[in-house]
């Protein structure tokens, strides 16, 4: 089955050995996704629901490159480093996701990658039919 991935430009995706997200057949999966701007710093300092929006941002445009739309995402998870912030990032992700209603989960945890990102996102994308 055809493979085929998309990089985001991350600065962790080469030394680490990945790539914002994999296509196999009709499946789209989409790593971790911090809120990274363009020139690598981090989006929206203190701000959860800017940082959420651009993870989306981020994952939309991945998902996009590899002939998916965000209708076809059917799961999403979120790393959230404090939950106090947690309706505010779901709002984020209402206004992508309000009526395409992926599965979803949302989980605490106790650090990211970067001490100032309030917020890591991954999706599942499956389109109706394998086209290439």
């Known amino acids: 089955m055809p493979r085929k991935q998309v990089s985001s430009g991350s600065p962790w995706e080469e030394p680490m050995g990945y790539c914002r997200a994999v296509r196999v057949g009709n499946r789209i999966v989409v790593s971790g996704t911090g809120p990274v701007t363009d020139d690598g710093s981090t989006a929206s300092p203190g701000d959860p629901h800017g940082q959420a929006l651009r993870c989306f941002e981020i994952i939309r445009q991945a998902i996009e490159d590899l002939g998916g739309a965000l209708e076809y995402v059917v799961r999403t998870r979120m790393y959230v480093t404090d ?49 290439e």
């Open 83 to 131: 939950m106090a912030h947690a309706e505010t990032i779901g709002q984020a992700h209402g206004e992508f996701f309000r009526t395409i209603k992926p599965a979803s989960t949302m989980v605490g945890v106790t650090g990211l990658v970067r001490d100032d990102w309030f917020v890591e996102i991954e999706a599942e994308c499956l389109i109706e039919r394998e086209t």
